[in-house]
């Protein structure tokens, strides 16, 4: 016996790649799906808002994807709460960026789609890393 046990029959916790794989809850899992969602809308009325009113639209633009992502990572405690809306932000503008057969598109050859694009990566990266859960 070791003399870092407290009881005789408790063992050490072991590494985070020994431990074993628990499924969240039920309800983890809907704001999981609920964040998932928000990232996309995040995303949708970024991009349409970033155009419209430059500078002033991009930087709300931005303000809104770091408060959703930074929000997510709040409301659950983890920082899969700030990467799941990053998911659902990023599926969402990637799609934006393609043009349709139509000749529509949602961001124009210019500097600002790319300023919106990276400045949310950025931002995501932040959040994300930053954004890691209560403090305990």
Do not use: H
Not at 58 to 72: D, E
Not at 95 to 114: I, K
Request: proline content about 6%.
């Amino acid at each position: 016996m070791s003399a870092n046990f407290k009881d005789p029959g408790q063992r050490p916790a072991g590494s985070l790649l020994a431990q074993p794989l628990r499924m969240p809850s039920a309800g983890r899992t809907a704001a999981y799906a609920g964040l998932l969602l928000l990232g996309a809308v995040v995303g949708v009325a970024g991009a349409l808002v970033q155009g419209a009113f430059f500078p002033a639209g991009l930087l709300l633009a931005l303000a809104g994807a770091a408060g959703t992502f930074l929000g997510g990572a709040r409301l659950t405690g983890t920082r899969a709460g700030a990467a799941v809306p990053v998911v659902g932000w990023l599926a969402a503008v990637v799609l934006l960026t393609t043009s349709r057969p139509e000749g529509d598109f949602v961001f124009g050859a210019s500097l600002r789609p790319y300023l919106f694009l990276l400045g949310g990566m950025v931002v995501a990266m932040i959040c994300a890393t930053l954004g890691g859960g209560r403090n305990r």
